[in-house]
T-cell receptor
Framework: AQTVTQSQPEMSVQEAETVTLSCTYDTSESDYYLFWYKQPPSRQMILVIRQEAYKQQNATENRFSVNFQKAAKSFSLKISDSQLGDAAMYFC????????????FGTGTLLAVQP | DAGITQSPRHKVTETGTPVTLRCHQTENHRYMYWYRQDPGHGLRLIHYSYGVKDTDKGEVSDGYSVSRSKTEDFLLTLESATSSQTSVYFCAIGGAANTGELFFGEGSRLTVL
């Protein structure tokens, strides 16, 4: 069975600085998706970034980028120029290549942004 | 934003009572999901549906049942609520083809006393 591990329960970053959140996963599949979701205090789940496993190029969305290491089964999220609004719980998620779109989530990393 | 509505958004109930949470979507999507979120566990899949009257279990399905009589509605029922089912429940629908992402509702906080 696939698993997703986030080993950092909490992280802190100064405003305008860069922070990296870690995620590792385990799977025997070769085709899959990886995601980072953000959950602010409003509780809404917001997709931050996604990565297809077949793509070697790391995904980027504005200040958010990933370091996808397929062989190492690692999928870290880098937030550049951190802003107060980035403070949230961040979840890493794995989606298999099948049709059901079921996602498996890590336990989350709570990010605090210090002014 | 995906049109997903959960109701109720908050509910307090007592042990042993039945509870039904409703998820309504306006996206006509085939796949719908119920997750629960608990501290230290992230989000865990309870049940999912891949069409009207077609459902399957997730990793934490014990004590829960689901029904889907219409494409737009997916109901989660706790037949006899227990304190261990105190949680935040999220409904989600599958994203566009070939993207793999899920779109989530705003969550329903259930407290079982």
């Amino acid at each position: 069975a696939q698993t997703v591990t986030q080993s950092q329960p909490e992280m802190s970053v100064q405003e305008a600085e860069t922070v990296t959140l870690s995620c590792t996963y385990d799977t025997s599949e070769s085709d899959y998706y990886l995601f980072w979701y953000k959950q602010p205090p409003s509780r809404q789940m917001i997709l931050v970034i996604r990565q297809e496993a077949y793509k070697q190029q790391n995904a980027t969305e504005n200040r958010f980028s990933v370091n996808f290491q397929k062989a190492a089964k690692s999928f870290s999220l880098k937030i550049s120029d951190s802003q107060l609004g980035d403070a949230a719980m961040y979840f890493c998620a794995y989606g298999g290549g099948g049709a059901t779109n079921k996602l498996i989530f890590g336990t989350g990393t709570l990010l605090a942004v210090q002014p | 934003d995906a049109g997903i509505t959960q109701s109720p958004r908050h509910k307090v109930t007592e042990t042993g009572t039945p509870v039904t949470l409703r998820c309504h979507q306006t996206e006509n999507h085939r796949y719908m999901y119920w997750y629960r979120q608990d501290p230290g566990h992230g989000l865990r899949l309870i049940h999912y549906s891949y069409g009207v009257k077609d459902t399957d279990k997730g990793e934490v399905s014990d004590g829960y049942s689901v029904s889907r009589s219409k494409t737009e509605d997916f109901l989660l029922t706790l037949e006899s609520a227990t304190s261990s089912q105190t949680s935040v429940y999220f409904c989600a629908i599958g994203g566009a083809a070939n993207t793999g992402e899920l779109f989530f509702g705003e969550g329903s906080r259930l407290t079982v006393l």
